[in-house]
């Protein structure tokens, strides 16, 4: 596994070696699970070379004390992609990526007003950017992002669209912990009985699909999500809303292409996860 901190060598070898090859690439923040690894996976089923990328984004992060706290386990992610058969690792320091303070930002409309773009003012812009700069590096034939980040794999869509971006995307399901729980990098963070809460927001959107299915209204969908998640301690729902899974307007009305996402707060830790209705 070739690992590279710089932009022009990971470029160069790129160019000099894998020229007109298929290239996935398969962006991540670090402190990698089994959905990530998954994604390699995928990449290396339909790629010649497999591109991971472990960054942690600030121009993403809204919350500085967030992006303190976010867990960095560098060695730890380097020894599971080598055992996943990733080939190369692309994994700069801030200044590499940012050698002058960006002052670029994106507006995606509607599509970063609502759900984690009105509880994360300026989060999407930070992963446009950062995006972007990744797809200009590697120059992927394939990129591969979770279901998890549902709306953040919307945005990515309008940003190849509307910059004809010349990759295929893939959106790859959430992987699950056995009791339900999303995994994610943040998870690490939860102590043990935060950990034991955090089920809380995967069983309130399996409540809520339940409900739907009853035929009951979304208003009486919604109550129940709130009363679920306020009976438990140190828990607090930021949203639960319906959309339209093709363009994420939210929906009163269910219909096949419904998502049901949900964000909130277990403790200090924030957490999101989703649900398509139809799957
Ligand atoms: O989903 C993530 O881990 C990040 O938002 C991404 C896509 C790697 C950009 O920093």
Not at 155 to 174: A, G, H, Q, S, Y
Request: hydrophobic share 40%; net charge negative; with cysteine.
């Amino acid at each position: 596994m070739d690992i590279f901190k710089e932009i022009e060598p990971l470029k160069a070898f790129l160019k000099h070696k894998w020229n007109s090859e298929s290239i996935g690439l398969v962006p991540t923040m670090g402190a990698l699970h089994e959905g990530h690894l998954s994604l390699i996976e995928a990449s290396k089923r339909e790629n010649q070379l497999t591109v991971a990328t472990i960054f942690v984004n600030p121009t993403q992060f809204n919350n500085p004390g967030d992006l303190a706290k976010y867990p960095r386990t560098l060695e730890r992610d380097l020894e599971a992609l080598k055992s996943a058969g990733c080939d190369v690792v692309f994994a700069p320091e801030v200044n590499e990526m940012y050698r002058r303070p960006s002052t670029l930002k994106f507006d995606f409309g509607h599509l970063d007003k609502i759900l984690e773009g009105e509880f994360r003012p300026g989060h999407f812009s930070g992963v446009g950017l950062v995006v972007s700069k990744l797809f200009h590096i590697v120059q992927p034939t394939v990129a591969y992002f979770g279901q998890k980040d549902f709306q953040q794999f919307k945005i990515i869509e309008k940003l190849v669209e509307e910059l004809d971006f010349n990759v295929t995307l893939r959106r790859m399901p959430i992987f699950r912990e056995s009791d339900g729980l999303a995994m994610s990098s943040r998870n690490q963070r939860l102590n043990a009985d935060e950990r034991k809460k955090a089920i809380v927001f995967y069983e309130a959107l399996q409540l809520a699909k339940g409900i739907l299915k009853e035929g009951k209204s979304v208003q009486a969908v919604k109550e129940a999500v709130k009363k679920k998640c306020e009976a438990i301690e140190g828990v607090k729902l930021e949203y639960f809303e319906l959309a339209e899974g093709d363009n994420l307007t939210l929906a009163e009305n269910v219909s096949d292409q419904t998502v049901l996402l949900i964000a909130g707060f277990v403790g200090e830790i924030r957490l999101i996860d989703n649900l398509i209705l139809s799957e």
